[in-house]
């Protein structure tokens, strides 16, 4: 079977390394490199923390587990250490913790003085914050597993192709097609589209547009001697390993102002790292080395999109703001879906389906 997989980015690389595992023949084409989109700019922690429905928490907490099973070196499975403090928070998560033990997801609280144990830089906290553990969790390197796919795909014949721009995409009797913007056609037996937020360039699948709960900050420090381990978060910061002593910082309350099409504003910076000494010690003299504009790709109607758009079946479509979180779990399940295997897991996500629909704001 000939397939083009349109997306370089974590889930178009997942899903062409899981075609050519049954033998497609695949071709990648990418309009700029890989990674250049979604992928780059991802905070990649690896959960199913906050998943409040059942086909999606099923669905997330299976690709958690594809991450165990395809054991890549970019995979860091550390655990995530949460705490909280004002009482609203300290609400949110203690429901949180009871739906997730209800579902018989890994977490624990745990005392201060575990907390520390666990991560010696953390700073001292006033009394009444709560200690939460989830050790099944993990974060990733983008980019290593992105090339770690790549790689596999490649190894199985896949061409990759960058600055192929696709602009159109046809299906037909007889199999599919896509027009590049030089005006070249393609033609192939399948079209498996993994274009992130630009999905609704080519295909009939509303997005949601950059804005509040589709944007935000992340921002990578210099090297500091703090020795954290695993992804943190607290009341007003989120900071993980982001590799040789940086850390990756963003704050939900500050990502109102994002916008992909603006540099950040300094004070964002300032900001973050006013407030990292609140959380880690060992962090005087940090400067922010980069900051980026993460967009996510939203669809309209609910986190994750798969399926065929067409009724011939020869146009698939995979779009989801949790691509770092699913993409293992996708290379199997898609793949299965274009040589013919419906998965279950998929099934209540379908395009144009009354997909799920999660509070803005929320993130895997």
Same mark, same amino acid.
């Given at each position: 079977?000939?397939?083009?997989?349109?997306? +370089?980015?974590?889930?178009?690389?997942?899903?062409?390394?899981?075609?050519?595992?049954?033998?497609?023949?695949?071709?990648? #084409?990418?309009?700029?490199?890989?990674?250049?989109?979604?992928?780059? +700019?991802?905070?990649?922690?690896?959960?199913?923390?906050?998943? @409040?429905?059942?086909?999606?928490?099923?669905?997330?907490?299976?690709?958690?587990? !594809?991450?165990?099973?395809?054991?890549?070196?970019?995979?860091?499975?550390?655990?995530?250490?949460?705490?909280?403090?004002?009482?609203?928070?300290?609400?949110?998560?203690?429901?949180?913790?009871?739906?997730?033990?209800?579902?018989?997801?890994?977490?624990?609280?745990?005392?201060? @003085?575990?907390?520390?144990?666990?991560?010696?830089?953390? =700073?001292?906290?006033?009394?009444?914050?709560?200690?939460?553990?989830?050790?099944?969790?993990?974060?990733?390197?983008?980019?290593?597993?992105?090339?770690?796919?790549?790689?596999?795909?490649?190894?199985?014949?896949?061409?990759?192709?960058?600055?192929?721009?696709?602009?159109?995409?046809?299906?037909?009797?007889?199999?599919?097609?896509?027009?590049?913007?030089?005006?070249?056609?393609? =033609? =192939?037996?399948? *079209?498996?589209?993994?274009?992130?937020?630009?999905?609704?360039?080519?295909?009939?699948?509303?997005?949601?547009?950059?804005?509040?709960?589709?944007?935000?900050?992340?921002?990578?420090?210099?090297?500091?001697?703090?020795?954290?381990?695993?992804?943190?978060?607290?009341?007003?910061?989120?900071?993980?390993?982001?590799?040789?002593?940086?850390?990756?910082?963003?704050?939900?309350?500050?990502?109102?102002? !994002?916008?992909?099409?603006?540099?950040?504003?300094?004070?964002?910076?300032?900001?973050?790292? +006013?407030?990292?000494?609140?959380?880690?010690?060992?962090?005087?003299?940090?400067?922010?080395?980069?900051?980026?504009?993460?967009?996510?790709? =939203?669809?309209?109607?609910?986190?994750?999109?798969?399926?065929?758009?067409?009724? +011939?079946?020869?146009?698939?479509?995979?779009?989801?703001?949790?691509?770092?979180?699913?993409?293992? #779990?996708?290379?199997?399940? *898609?793949?299965?879906?274009?040589?013919?295997?419906?998965?279950?897991?998929?099934?209540?996500?379908?395009?144009?389906?009354?997909?799920? !629909?999660?509070? !803005?704001?929320?993130?895997?």
């Amino acid at each position: 079977m000939r397939v083009v997989v349109i997306g +370089a980015g974590i889930v178009g690389a997942a899903v062409a390394a899981g075609l050519t595992r049954r033998g497609a023949q695949v071709t990648v #084409l990418e309009e700029r490199f890989p990674g250049a989109g979604t992928t780059g +700019a991802s905070f990649a922690w690896v959960n199913a923390n906050h998943a @409040d429905s059942e086909p999606y928490f099923t669905l997330a907490h299976a690709g958690l587990h !594809a991450h165990y099973a395809l054991g890549s070196d970019a995979f860091q499975p550390t655990g995530h250490l949460e705490w909280a403090t004002g009482d609203g928070r300290l609400v949110e998560l203690s429901r949180r913790v009871e739906r997730l033990r209800g579902r018989e997801y890994a977490v624990e609280r745990i005392t201060a @003085d575990q907390a520390t144990e666990l991560e010696p830089g953390l =700073t001292t906290r006033p009394e009444g914050t709560e200690y939460v553990l989830f050790p099944e969790e993990a974060h990733v390197f983008p980019a290593r597993l992105l090339g770690r796919l790549l790689a596999e795909a490649r190894a199985g014949g896949a061409e990759v192709e960058n600055g192929a721009a696709v602009r159109e995409v046809r299906s037909g009797s007889a199999g599919a097609s896509v027009v590049l913007a030089d005006g070249d056609v393609r =033609t =192939t037996d399948v *079209v498996v589209s993994c274009a992130g937020r630009w999905t609704d360039m080519l295909l009939d699948i509303p997005m949601r547009v950059p804005g509040v709960g589709t944007t935000g900050y992340l921002a990578t420090t210099s090297p500091l001697p703090t020795p954290l381990s695993r992804v943190l978060t607290t009341d007003g910061l989120s900071v993980r390993p982001d590799g040789g002593g940086r850390l990756l910082l963003r704050a939900r309350d500050l990502d109102f102002a !994002a916008d992909p099409a603006l540099p950040p504003a300094p004070r964002i910076g300032a900001e973050l790292l +006013a407030r990292l000494p609140e959380v880690l010690t060992g962090t005087e003299g940090a400067h922010v080395e980069q900051i980026r504009v993460a967009a996510h790709a =939203t669809p309209a109607r609910g986190r994750t999109v798969a399926g065929f758009v067409d009724d +011939a079946e020869h146009v698939y479509a995979v779009v989801t703001r949790d691509g770092v979180t699913l993409a293992p #779990l996708l290379a199997d399940l *898609v793949a299965g879906e274009v040589y013919g295997t419906e998965s279950a897991l998929l099934a209540p996500f379908r395009p144009g389906a009354d997909v799920l !629909a999660f509070p !803005a704001g929320t993130s895997l």
